[in-house]
């Protein structure tokens, strides 16, 4: 059974920073591209980082490129967001995505909540 199991999230000020996690089980990790995608109340899914099978590609929206890092341990199954200078912009539950077959997001994490306010 595939898993995602997302952990990290927390209550931060503007401007300071948290790591999520992601522990993947259920299949082999590292044969997969992995995505975070974030979604707040009312509001609609966004995607907000990408990484290759191996680590050694990323892709960020405009958004958050240059203050989210995205990075994996395939030894440990583990998928990572380090989130620097994070902005108020109120909850938001962030999922960790497994893309599969033709680029399609077939599985989901049950999603860790991050809240940037002071």
């Known amino acids: 059974e595939v898993q995602l199991v997302e952990s990290g999230g927390d209550l931060v000020q503007p401007g300071g920073s948290l790591r999520l996690s992601c522990a993947a089980s259920g299949f082999t990790f590292l044969d997969y591209i992995m995505t975070w995608a974030r979604q707040a109340p009312g509001k609609g899914l966004e995607w907000v980082s990408a990484?290759?099978?191996?680590?050694?590609?990323?892709n960020y929206p405009k958004s958050v490129k240059g203050r989210f890092t995205v990075s994996r341990d395939n030894a440990k199954n583990t998928l990572y967001l380090q989130m620097n200078d994070l902005k108020s912009e109120g909850p938001a539950e962030y999922y960790c995505?497994?893309?599969?077959?033709?680029?399609?997001?077939?599985?989901w994490g049950q999603g860790t909540q991050v809240t940037v306010s002071s």
């Open positions: 990484i290759s099978r191996d680590g050694g590609s990323t």
């Open positions: 995505v497994r893309v599969g077959l033709g680029a399609s997001f077939d599985y």
